[in-house]
């Protein structure tokens, strides 16, 4: 979009979902990131509670933004939130933001005129910050187009349900909403882009336009039943993997690893071994068979991993 054209009246309304339960500090940091957009057009913000009834969330509503709040209205948990967000959305575009995380100024508008001068994009991703401990980690998105085939090979984290904007209709009628079935949530995000990936490609902006926060009580820092079922499930969903053998290798990495953690030495030995036999580079086997081992504890591993700003 040129800068002609670019007065209130022509930027389309774009939507930011929040989901969020008992956090209510952090919840007014991630609104008022959303207000704070330097975009032009409406910008509409909706704040669904997961099984709570909504409060008020004491943050003033600047002009041409707007405020609602609901309660989570299917599965609960970060699945259902997020859908409910997305069907009562009124925006042309929709975005999500984790209640402990936060847009940085430009991300709107940024994503808006990317995807308007890419009318053949699925959605549009930006490079992140990762925030843990006071210090800020700069981790930016790939500049080339992202392809079904790159998401099998690799995560691309700073991909995540806090980054990217999607036209609210092709997801809709098109992908589909976020799978409420997958076991805890975990990886809803990355089960959904590789499902909208198979439709065109995912454009990035490299640069940090989202603060994404680790912190040592989130959500699922050591469950690892609940990651190993969804890892599996994921598997079942996306046969594609089994094309794709150092991608097939990082998920049986993940799978090992989350089996050490929980003390099954020969479950983890296991996955760890066929992983290495289909990529030898796959450091979260490695990292299993320590744990395994009991070298070193999962905990620790995970803790060294955060300060990095990556995940296991």
């Known amino acids: 979009m040129s800068q002609e054209t670019s007065g209130a009246t022509a930027w389309p309304t774009v939507t930011g979902i929040i989901p969020t339960k008992d956090r209510p500090e ?6 008022r990131s959303l207000f704070d957009q330097d975009y032009e057009g409406h910008l509409e913000v909706i704040v669904v509670f997961d099984g709570t009834d909504p409060v008020d969330i004491g943050v ?17 948990g970060l699945a259902g939130n997020r859908n409910t ?41 930006t490079g992140m910050y990762v925030h843990y401990r006071g210090e800020d980690i700069r981790r930016d998105s790939p500049a080339h187009d992202l392809h079904l085939q790159d998401f099998l090979r690799h995560r691309y ?20 909403l976020v799978d409420e079935e997958l076991p805890g949530g975990y990886g809803e995000d990355y089960e959904f882009l590789m499902r909208a990936s198979r439709l065109g490609p995912v454009v990035c902006i490299p640069d940090p336009l989202t603060r994404i926060h680790f912190h040592d009580q989130s959500f699922y820092v050591s ?21 794709e053998p150092a991608g097939l290798a990082r998920i049986e990495g993940q799978l090992a690893f989350a089996n050490a953690a929980m003390g099954q030495r020969s ?3 296991g996955y760890a071994s066929r992983s290495l036999r289909r990529a030898p580079t796959t450091k979260h086997s490695y990292a299993a068979l320590l744990v395994a081992s009991g070298l070193v504890s999962a905990d620790k591993v995970a803790a060294m991993a955060r300060q990095r700003g990556r995940g296991i």
């Not at 952090?26 to 609104?31: I, P, Q, T």
């Not at 003033?60 to 299917?74: G, H, Y």
């Not at 349900?161 to 589909?176: K, P, V, W, Y």
């Open 85 to 125: 967000g997305y069907l009562a959305a009124t925006g042309t575009y929709v975005g999500g933001c984790d209640d402990d995380d936060e847009w940085l100024p430009a991300k709107v508008r940024r994503q808006v005129e990317l995807l308007q001068s890419r009318p053949d994009a699925i959605l549009a991703a």
């Open 26 to 31: 952090l919840l007014k940091r991630a609104v």
């Open 223 to 243: 469950r690892w039943q609940t990651i190993d079922k969804a890892l599996k499930y994921i598997l079942d969903r996306v046969p594609e993997f089994h094309d």
């Open 157 to 176: 984290p700073e991909v995540n349900a806090s980054a990217f904007l999607i036209e609210r209709e092709r997801l809709l009628t098109e992908i589909g």
């Open 60 to 76: 003033d509503v600047p002009e041409n933004r707007s405020l609602r709040t609901m309660r989570n209205s299917r599965t609960p």
């Open 267 to 269: 479950e983890a030995v």
